[in-house]
């Protein structure tokens, strides 16, 4: 009674609604396809299920024939059955091949939905959530959302479908060794999902344990050279193997409990089976049954039983796959980065500014707070009534203490945020009469750390400007001192860039990136400390790049070296 | 390894036992209901109630086998799994620091914690199952055999051609499965890569580009998909139809067994109930194969890890005596060294320069010259190829290694911090460092009223789930570090290269104090940052190739003078 209390409410929680809206709308991704998704789930149902009980039938034919001493009449049914057995598979083919290129296609949709919605979030989540942390959480949950459509669904549908199919003949065979078969699997049901729930926690806990352990082997191999010079390395051991000791301890009282259910699972098989067999005998004597009929029916409540159990199995890994799609819709309803960001107009400087100036700051507020969370350290404002005009042409240098806000006007600058108070215009247009894009479109940006994307030198260049020709890129390189040692590479502009440029010194990949804005040919060019992790040669060729380019642009440089500060024509000092 | 699954082999035998015993109790139960069939169509009436108590005694007994199954084959693979992870963390950190360096530390680590994985999987799932596999066959193949040889003789005559069939087939379906796979990691590195750059990104309006492309490899990807699909459905219907086949043989040559009067109709029953049993196994034991192929290569990855040989314990130096001033901390004279011991690729050719103790001592250079490879040669990460290098006056080869790094403390542009509190991270420079030492060092690094300021101060969590530090906190961390390890040489790496002008500050004071009293050793890119130091060696082409300080350089005008030009 317990257990079919347990059962019913297991089945109410499974079966909120939240999750049932969560499934259709994941299912309604599809869109018109559904309809031959599900059919083709039905047709490689039928068709698995089909041949099974087709195999049936020929173990009765066989042992009736073997009971009554008679092999006239079995070549018939043994071939009958092998061709319905041959077009039960292709049935099968049929309907798998349609339904994998249906979920795939169907998975494909929404991994672009993601990750096309993961590039259009506004700059603050960037900042406040360590890229790889949210793209590997998203694609986990992507994927195991897109299982929904390339196996969850199938298999859970399939079970239950063929548990029906498999019953009918079943029933045929003997009803009432069926039903006292169908009784045995439901108790094992219930004993499974009386372990669920423990065999779950135990699995949490052995993944907490398991990233423990993983930690700790983690720092003994990237902290080997603090290793070798400190004396920390017996004490890391020590931190590992007490990891692996209390890894290995829940291991062990984890093995009793799974121990525990196979071996429950193990007696009712027994139980099912001898208690099958030997009522099946008893029925036999009593002449209720036909020996043929009983091998039978034994063939299938084997594959029966599997497919009864496979429900109580996958019906939680589908939640589980729900829960994981709930997340992704969570993220594919979070809000996008406006066209344009809305701005209370300012009463005292509304219009737009003469043509000589490019760029325009006045009297601007801005503080981290008003993004929701603190991706600066500290609260209070970074700008404050933060004022400067660059007239076109000129070399700007902007200079102030760490943390002044220096980087925070430059992602103003770009639109990255909206301000607090005041107003900025770029080429005599204000901001707020400009969406993002028209803003970005003027402005080329290198920031300090130049990210190349993995792709070849040359595609990392033409990003600078879509359709810019090898010519275009092989000029802007010239431009930014870059052409001589890309030649020297021996895939030259073909070279493959590694995981995060890794091939390229510091100095190489910063005149990459200016590469990359010389071919935007954009009126703005921003620099963010373009040279400060750079050695004294890289940063004169990188220093002499930016110099060439002056004149026909206006170029802003956020720096703190004197020697950057000495080539400027203004210098613009940020805070204190 | 092998080791460890000997050792704990006494668990995998108890496994067997109650495997086979499980099995032994099937057959049993199979046998008794064979013979009572028999005696049914005999026509004899049997009483239902002879048989009750050994399939009560079955049920009991197979419970209880498939209970000691099931525990003793997992807590053999936890136990190897623990004495592995035992001797391989303890063997880590003696392997030579240029195992790492060579392999780089971050591909070690990938695969090793796969490879750790995969072991798991073996001990825990591959091996069991085969063995439970292989127990199911070999005792139902027994049983059949006292039933009638010829059966056994079918099944088995039918089955290699299902064995091939099935093997061509995993191999297939594995090969597809990785291709799959390589579409998808493209298609995931891809979107990474939009991801990190998404400054880049944003700032260039690629939005549209970057779909496009992502839209591109996805569609890829599906396509490989739906190819894949094809080949391996048709390879199932051919594996279905293949394996059916000899289970209709078994069958009917059954039944003609039946006719001939050489087994009955309850043998027969129980041949076709026991052909059901050993069907899947038979297949599973092929399908392993491939299973057990792929353990192999990670087992044989951290067997050669395991091989590796760890560091020489052969110095006899554990102390530094106190040796006079007038011994030079540091002597080299004609050092050699090549990675990899590679003659035409020489880092280092024919260095000589000294020390003394108690200096101030500077490595310029161009990048790619090896100053950093000296540091590496000074701690004895790598041992140099030809030459002579003392340390305070005793040869290197005397020297403890461990009593030799003692010697060293280094402060340089990437620090590390291991993942847990700011207190551990600083406390790691001493063996049983106090409250007060630690306090200490930071106050001296310059960190602690920084540290302070954070709300849990000292036990703030540093790493991925902790605080972030800017570059320059790191570093100075890392000062504290050195503060509190007191070494008599300091390794000064640039220290200041990535941080801005207020922190370079703080860090050149904290320099500065912890520089006083010891022999000090900087490599520098930035030459303003070495213009006090006593004497400054100018690394090219793996020699010195000039010596002085930063006046005497400057009236050289050499490349020293050059390179200050530049500057």
Do not use: D, I, K, L
């Given at each position: 009674m317990g257990n079919c209390w347990r059962e019913g409410e297991f089945m109410r929680k499974c079966m909120q609604r939240d999750d049932l809206n969560t499934f259709f709308r994941f299912m309604g991704l599809m869109g018109d396809r559904l309809p031959v998704y599900l059919g083709a789930i039905l047709i490689s149902t039928i068709g698995d299920a089909g041949r099974k009980i087709a195999n049936s039938y020929l173990i009765q034919s066989i042992v009736t024939a073997a009971q009554d001493k008679n092999v006239d009449n079995v070549l018939l049914p043994v071939l009958g059955n092998f061709a319905v057995f041959v077009v039960c598979l292709l049935l099968w083919r049929f309907g798998i091949i349609r339904y994998n290129i249906e979920g795939r296609t169907g998975a494909g949709k929404v991994e672009k939905l993601v990750f096309s919605k993961a590039m259009r979030l506004p700059m603050s989540y960037y900042e406040q959530n360590h890229s790889s942390d949210f793209m590997s959480r998203l694609i986990f949950d992507t994927q195991k959302a897109s299982d929904i459509y390339t196996s969850r669904l199938r298999r859970l549908l399939a079970a239950v479908l063929s548990t029906v199919a498999y019953l009918i003949p079943m029933f045929y065979f003997s009803w009432e060794l069926t039903l006292c078969m169908v009784g045995i699997s439901l108790l094992v049901f219930a004993a499974d999902s009386l372990f669920a729930k423990p065999l779950k926690k135990a699995g949490v806990r052995l993944s907490d344990k398991n990233k423990v352990m993983l930690e700790k082997l983690t720092s003994i191999l990237s902290g080997m050279e603090l290793i070798k010079i400190f004396p920390v390395g017996a004490r890391l051991t020590q931190e590992y193997e007490t990891a692996g000791r209390e890894y290995y301890q829940i291991q062990k009282s984890t093995n009793r409990l799974s121990a525990g259910l196979e071996s429950l699972n193990q007696m009712f098989d027994l139980i099912g089976t001898l208690a099958f067999l030997g009522l099946g005998i008893w029925f036999v004597s009593l002449g209720r049954v036909s020996l043929g009929a009983l091998t039978a029916l034994y063939s299938l409540y084997g594959t029966f039983r599997y497919a009864f159990l496979d429900i109580g199995q996958y019906l939680p890994q589908m939640m589980n796959c729900i829960a994981n799609a709930e997340k992704l819709f969570a993220f594919i309803d979070m809000e996008e980065e406006p066209e344009q960001w809305t701005q209370e107009p300012v009463s005292d400087d509304c219009q737009d500014i003469g043509e000589e100036i490019m760029l325009s700051v006045r009297n601007v507020d801005f503080s981290y707070d008003s993004l929701g969370g603190g991706a600066c350290n500290g609260g209070g404002n970074v700008l404050e009534r933060f004022s400067m005009q660059v007239r076109k042409g000129s070399y700007v240098a902007v200079v102030g203490e760490s943390g002044c806000g220096k980087s925070t006007l430059a992602k103003l600058l770009l639109g990255f945020y909206p301000v607090g108070a005041g107003s900025m215009s770029i080429g005599g247009k204000a901001y707020r009469n400009l969406t993002l894009h028209e803003i970005r479109q003027l402005i080329a940006y290198v920031p300090q750390e130049p990210y190349l994307y993995e792709a070849s030198i040359a595609e990392n260049i033409a990003y600078g400007r879509y359709g810019a020709s090898r010519e275009e890129v092989i000029a802007a390189a010239k431009a930014a001192n870059a052409h001589e040692f890309i030649t020297r590479l021996p895939d030259g502009y073909d070279t493959v860039l590694g995981e995060r440029g890794n091939t390229l010194s510091g100095g190489e990949r910063q005149r990459i990136a200016i590469a990359r804005a010389v071919i935007r040919n954009a009126p703005v060019m921003l620099l963010d400390e373009a040279t400060s992790a750079l050695d004294n040669e890289s940063e004169s060729l990188v220093q002499e790049a930016v110099r060439k380019l002056r004149g026909n642009r206006t170029i802003l440089m956020i720096a703190h070296r004197p020697s950057t500060i000495a080539a400027a024509d203004v210098v613009v000092r940020v805070g204190g | 390894m092998v080791r460890a699954g000997l050792r704990n082999g006494y668990m995998l035998l108890l496994f067997i036992l109650a495997a086979v015993g499980l099995n032994e109790i099937i057959l049993l139960g199979n046998d008794l209901i064979a013979q009572a069939a028999d005696e049914v169509l005999g026509g004899q009436q049997i009483d239902f109630s002879t048989f009750i108590i050994p399939l009560v005694w079955m049920i009991v007994l197979g419970t209880a086998a498939s209970y000691c199954k099931s525990i003793f084959g997992n807590h053999y693979s936890a136990m190897v799994q623990r004495d592995v992870r035992a001797s391989l963390g303890k063997h880590l950190v003696r392997l030579p620091f240029s195992y790492f360096d060579e392999k780089g530390s971050g591909s070690i680590m990938t695969r090793l914690i796969s490879d750790m994985d995969e072991l798991g999987r073996f001990f825990s799932e591959i091996l069991p199952n085969l063995l439970v596999n292989v127990i199911a066959v070999v005792t139902a193949t027994i049983y059949l055999v006292q039933m009638d040889v010829r059966l056994i003789a079918v099944l088995f005559a039918s089955y290699p051609v299902m064995l091939v069939v099935a093997d061509r087939l995993s191999k297939k379906l594995a090969w597809l499965a990785q291709k799959l796979r390589s579409h998808m990691d493209a298609c995931n590195e891809k979107a990474y890569d939009a991801i990190q750059g998404i400054v880049i990104g944003r700032s260039y309006n690629l939005y549209e580009v970057q779909k496009k492309e992502i839209d591109a490899v996805i569609d890829q990807k599906v396509e490989q998909a739906c190819k894949s699909t094809r080949i391996s459905s048709m390879g199932w219907v051919l594996k279905n139809i293949i394996t059916t086949i000899p289970v209709i043989l078994c069958y009917l040559f059954a039944l003609y067994e039946t006719m001939q009067g050489r087994i009955t109709v309850g043998e027969m029953l129980a041949f076709t109930v026991i052909l059901s049993r050993i069907l899947n196994p038979i297949g599973d034991i092929v399908f392993c194969a491939n299973d057990i192929r792929e353990a192999g290569v990670s087992l044989k990855r951290i067997r050669e890890i395991d091989n590796q040989e760890e560091e020489r314990t052969d110095g006899r130096i554990h102390t530094l005596s106190q040796a006079g001033a007038d011994v030079p901390a540091i002597e080299w004279n004609g050092v050699c060294f090549a990675y990899g011991g590679s003659k035409e690729h020489a880092v280092l050719k024919n260095m000589s320069f000294r020390v003394e103790t108690g200096t101030q001592t500077a490595f310029v250079g161009g990048s790619g010259e090896g100053k950093t490879t000296i540091f590496k040669l000074l701690c004895g990460f790598y041992d140099r190829d030809e030459g002579q290098y003392r340390l305070f006056g005793h040869p290197?080869?005397?020297?403890d290694l461990e009593a030799a790094r003692s010697c060293f403390s280094e402060v340089s542009q990437n620090v590390f911090l291991f993942p847990g509190t700011i207190w551990q991270n600083v406390a790691c420079g001493k063996e049983h460092a106090t409250d007060e030492e630690v306090v200490q060092a930071c106050r001296n690094a310059n960190i602690h009223d920084f540290i302070a300021s954070l709300p849990e101060g000292y036990e703030t969590l540093v790493g991925e789930r902790g605080v972030r530090l800017s570059g320059g906190q790191r570093q100075r961390i890392s000062i504290a570090r050195a503060f509190l390890k007191d070494a008599p040489i300091l390794l000064l790496d640039e220290p200041t290269a990535a941080v801005d002008v207020e922190a370079e500050q703080k860090i050149q004071e904290a320099v500065e104090r912890i520089a006083s009293g010891r022999t000090v050793i900087v490599i520098a890119h930035r030459l303003s940052t070495i213009r006090n130091a006593g004497r400054i060696y100018v690394v090219n082409g793996g020699k010195i190739a000039e010596t002085g300080n930063h006046g005497e350089l400057l009236e050289r005008r050499g490349i020293y003078a050059e390179m200050y030009a530049k500057g």
């Open positions: - | 290197f080869e005397e020297w």
